[in-house]
């Protein structure tokens, strides 16, 4: 049967490691195989839950853009569009929002992590975010959605209002409740500096992930500097789940390379880290450099990429506008 694939990648600058291992690459893959019908979808709505500047929101823009299409993703058979043109988007958030209970929302870890301390001064855009990733799901009636672990909860809060619409409505499968799609091994990169926290664009510190526009001097040296304990390399796989910093490494090796974890371990198994970085630079280098170099290229052709998003809105837009057409009709309006 083939497939709905539906993702969005927010345009906050910075797209790193954890966004190609846990996303990207798979987008490639799904975008390769001829039976999927893709949607990647630039969320710059999404990206104004928090402060952004406006201009260089729109340079972030393109940059996911030209990061798609470096990674491998072929705009002739994906649809690459941002949200803010397709105002079914945001219309359909509403309805949503109106689906959704607040005792869901309120359940939200990554609001949790996101507001910090200060509850009170996040935005209600921050809030009800995961209603507008629902709509942007259930807008195209996508069947499958890859993400990283960190967007799992989202997923399943999408299913419960696909299915509440469905119920509240009479309306059986209506909304499709989509599966997501996560890889089953190493879903979250971490950062690394610090193997027990999420890789993220919004670290401090640049030497806590690989940005996708990296060079191969900074690869290099970040990989010297991650944090690793002061043992050796861990030689078996029950040392490496004791080991948040080694497992991370290893994982982004095997992630890139294919290399599975056991053949991984024994080769490096008592050497020093020093030998591994140096192996996995090289790796981050052949992979990630050809990339960040595309980047840069396509960069320059602010034409090209605009014509993408242009060509991707109008195809997004027709699937939208019928979806929200007969929402409207649902609903009674
Ligand atoms: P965003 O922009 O934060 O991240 C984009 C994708 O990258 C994955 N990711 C990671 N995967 C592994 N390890 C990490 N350290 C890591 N950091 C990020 C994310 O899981 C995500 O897949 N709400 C979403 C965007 C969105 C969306 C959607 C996704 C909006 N609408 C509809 C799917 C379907 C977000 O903020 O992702």
Known sequence: MSKKIFSGVQPTGNLHLGNYLGAIKNFVELNDNNENECIFCVVDLHAITVKQNPRELKDNIRETVATFIASGIDPKKSIIFNQSKVKAHSEAAWILSCTARTGWLNRMT?????????????????????????????LYDSTHVPVGDDQKQHLELCRDIAQKFNNDFNVDNFFIVPEPLIQKEFSRIMSLKDGTKKMSKSELSDLSRINLTDDADLIINKIKKAKTDPLPMPS?????????EAKNLIGIHSSL??????????????????????????????????????????????TFLDKILTDGYEKADKAASKKIKKIHEIVGF
């Open 236 to 244: 078996n796989l029950e040392e490496l789940e004791k080991r948040p």
């Open 257 to 302: 390379t294919g290399i599975n974890l056991e053949k991984l371990i024994n080769e490096f198994s008592g050497k020093n880290f020093s030998d591994f970085k140096e192996n996995l630079s090289q790796v981050l280098v052949d992979k990630i450099l050809p990339i960040s170099k595309e980047i840069k290229k396509l960069l320059n052709d602010k």
């Open 110 to 138: 990554q609001f949790k992590e996101k507001a910090g301390k200060d509850k009170e001064k996040a935005s209600v855009g921050l809030y009800s975010y995961p209603v507008l990733m629902a709509a942007d799901i259930l």
